[in-house]
């Protein structure tokens, strides 16, 4: 039983913080494509601002990691 | 890297300006500044006024503009061919040529304006192209009878052909035949042949019904319908005459005259060029002076290059740079011929300020390390390595293409070294075949050591992007916002040995001190950075735990050539066995180039550059061709 919780706790750590980064580079991406299509000079901040987000998803995988190993 | 620029002025006899000007358009390495604050004391000032070009350069000017639109749009009318220059001197010919190109114009202008005409003519009646090929069998089976018509039509829904048939035969009493084909643009076309007193009824049966009938244009409208397909034909083939006469004269015109135009706009490029920077120069009394920067290390060379051909008369001197100058300084990048490829991940980030550093070798070197770091096998840093050197011979000429083959190759090599470290080949495939092992870390099983080592390297990288911030703002002279970086850095070094030691990784005795140490240094952060100095330390271990990506990342890869492997064995023969291994590699090997390329230029511009770098450089643009 507590395999299956520890699992079940990494799988959330994991999962909900990508849900989170989809969620975030969706409407940032989205409104990025937007702008660039007027200003292309701006791209490298586009990807800096799409890239931001993801740091969510690497941290929970961080956690779940951690979770899984026991650290 | 970030050329070293010097201030620079020259100085000679007015009568010299023009020809001085043509001599540093030649020479291309001349940025020249309009503004003279900066290059002039104060006092200096009232002696010094902005050259202002006479009414003879003016004229000329305006004459050299009109001419140049004119030869532009001449140009614009020719088809687009390289052609050699010829080796005359427009000048001397000058109003000769205005002359002849005012005719010139008129004629191309108006060969090009029929030929745009039948273009539009072409192109509308092309669109019935597909239908009238349709129709073509379908006219020749039937008998043409002068009381008898034909009907085209467009068949929206092929399906309506039998409803058709039953609704002609209704209202005709029979006496009517119904085709259809199918045209190659997959529209379905229709011929109804029905006696000429039927017609009319017809055709409104068919409107009411909404069938279209098939359209043409509006000037065949007095034609019957076998007249309009044939009349359609002819002049098809009569209009593709037509434009290929006209394409032939224009083609012929630009061989006659192309290289003597082409000579004539070079000359005029390279006149005006001269008259427009001219009126960025200054003058005294009997002198002209030009301000401007250039490359430190051409200096004397330029120097010495104008007393030859000006035999002493023109002077160049190198200015003091002064505190306020480095806002104005113009930036130029140069890097050495391995770091030129990476250019490519560099041009679409602002310019750097002349302070800052150039990106480009910072990416040069950790690119391919992190992307090596990544991929980490050595079958597939072989395979990317013999790829890249094929297509580098292929798209030689290519430069785009090639810079970024050459980055693979780079990255490729970094991939086989660090397969060969982490025990890789094609997977595990390795440890079977020759018995390869782990040199370094077996990323597959030991999870939590890759993790740690990962972030060590983000430890390593962002506090190297701290460290050339803290530099810049010594270099740039700002001493408070220095000491909060300095600051900063500490900061984030206690904090990683604090976390360290609660990992047991550092002995638990240091975990007092450290937090002193934090709580001693927090108040000058907030004094020499702000409220806001906290948040960037914050910002910073994200970055650092962001580099966790690299294990993430190569730990999908890994596993993806695991299980390549495994299935292939399951499938217990060897050719399917080949094939299913193939593929999946194939897969994780596209996967391998696209992944990594992205996370590691990520690393650097969020989490590397933004530390560092400063935007906002002006461009350097030497005077030239």
């Given at each position: 039983m507590e395999k299956v919780l520890v699992a079940f706790a990494a799988a959330l750590a994991i999962g909900l913080s990508a849900i989170a980064t989809a969620w975030a580079q969706s409407k940032i991406g989205s409104a990025g494509a937007g702008t660039l299509a007027e200003k292309p000079e701006l791209s490298a901040t586009i990807i800096i601002l799409v890239a931001i987000p993801e740091t969510m998803v690497i941290l929970g995988f961080v956690v779940a990691a951690m979770i899984l190993f026991g650290v | 890297m970030i050329v070293r620029m010097s201030k620079v002025e020259i100085v000679g006899p007015r009568d010299l300006l023009k020809r001085v000007i043509s001599f540093l358009r030649d020479v291309g390495i001349f940025h020249i500044e309009p503004d003279i604050v900066g290059f002039v004391e104060k006092r200096d000032e009232k002696h010094i006024e902005l050259f202002l070009p006479d009414k003879d350069d003016l004229s000329e000017r305006i004459f050299l503009e009109d001419l140049k639109s004119k030869v532009e749009e001449l140009f614009s009318y020719l088809p687009a061919v390289h052609l050699k220059s010829r080796f005359i001197e427009p000048r001397v010919i000058i109003d000769s040529i205005k002359e002849i190109l005012q005719r010139h114009l008129l004629l191309c202008r108006g060969i090009y304006q029929k030929r745009e005409v039948f273009k539009k003519e072409l192109s509308e009646l092309c669109s019935h192209g597909p239908l009238l090929d349709a129709l073509e069998p379908l006219l020749k089976g039937v008998k043409k009878m002068p009381d008898i018509d034909f009907i085209g039509l467009v068949l929206k829904?092929?399906?309506?052909k039998q409803q058709l048939g039953e609704f002609l035969m209704w209202h005709t009493g029979g006496k009517f035949e119904l085709l259809t084909s199918t045209a190659s643009d997959g529209t379905t076309v229709g011929l109804i042949t029905v006696s000429k007193d039927l017609s009319a009824r017809v055709k409104n049966l068919l409107g009411e019904k909404d069938i279209p009938e098939m359209k043409f244009p509006p000037?065949?409208?007095?034609?019957t319908f076998i007249e309009k397909v044939r009349f359609l034909k002819d002049r098809i083939a009569e209009i593709s005459g037509e434009i290929e006469l006209f394409d032939m004269q224009l083609e012929s015109f630009l061989i006659k005259w192309g290289p003597i135009y082409k000579r004539v706009r070079e000359w005029l490029d390279k006149r005006l060029s001269v008259l427009k920077a001219a009126t960025s120069v200054f003058e005294t009394r009997m002198c002209f002076i030009i301000y401007g920067w250039m490359a430190s290390g051409d200096v004397n060379n330029l120097g010495k290059q104008l007393n030859e051909n000006f035999e002493g008369k023109v002077i160049l001197k190198e200015l003091g740079i002064k505190e306020e100058d480095i806002e104005r300084m113009p930036v130029m990048l140069k890097n050495p011929a391995y770091f030129q490829p990476f250019e490519i991940f560099t041009r679409i980030l602002p310019l750097p300020r002349y302070t800052s550093y150039d990106p480009t070798p910072f990416i040069g070197i950790f690119f391919p390390l992190f992307f090596g770091m990544m991929l980490g096998d050595a079958g597939y840093g072989l395979l990317l390595i013999i790829l890249s050197l094929l297509m580098i011979k292929r798209f030689q000429k290519n430069r785009n293409i090639s810079d970024a083959f050459k980055i693979l190759s780079v990255a490729a090599l970094y991939s086989f070294i660090f397969g060969i470290l982490y025990g890789e080949f094609f997977g595990n495939l390795g440890h079977g075949l020759f018995g390869l092992r782990p040199l370094f870390i077996d990323r597959q099983h030991a999870v939590i050591p890759m993790l740690y080592f990962t972030v060590t390297v983000g430890v390593v990288h962002v506090l190297l992007g701290s460290f050339l911030g803290f530099a810049i703002a010594c270099r740039r002279k700002i001493k408070k916002e220095a000491i909060c970086r300095l600051i900063n850095i500490m900061i984030i070094l206690c904090i990683l040995s604090f976390v360290a030691s609660l990992f047991?990784?550092?002995?638990?005795?240091l975990t007092k001190p450290i937090v002193l140490v934090i709580i001693i240094l927090t108040p000058f952060l907030l004094f020499t950075g702000g409220l806001l100095a906290p948040l960037e330390i914050i910002k910073s271990i994200g970055n650092i735990v962001s580099y966790a990506r690299i294990m993430a990342i190569g730990l999908t890869s890994v596993l993806l050539a695991f299980v390549a492997n495994r299935l292939a064995g399951m499938t217990g023969d060897i050719i399917i066995g080949v094939a299913v291994a193939g593929l999946l590699h194939l897969l994780n090997i596209i996967i391998g180039v696209f992944s990594p390329t992205i996370h590691s230029l990520r690393l650097h511009y969020v989490?590397?550059?933004?530390?560092?770098i400063e935007p906002g450089g002006k461009k350097f643009e030497p005077l030239k061709k």
């Open positions: - | 829904d092929p399906g309506i000037s065949f409208n007095n034609l047991g990784l550092f002995p638990a005795l989490e590397f550059f933004t530390k560092f």
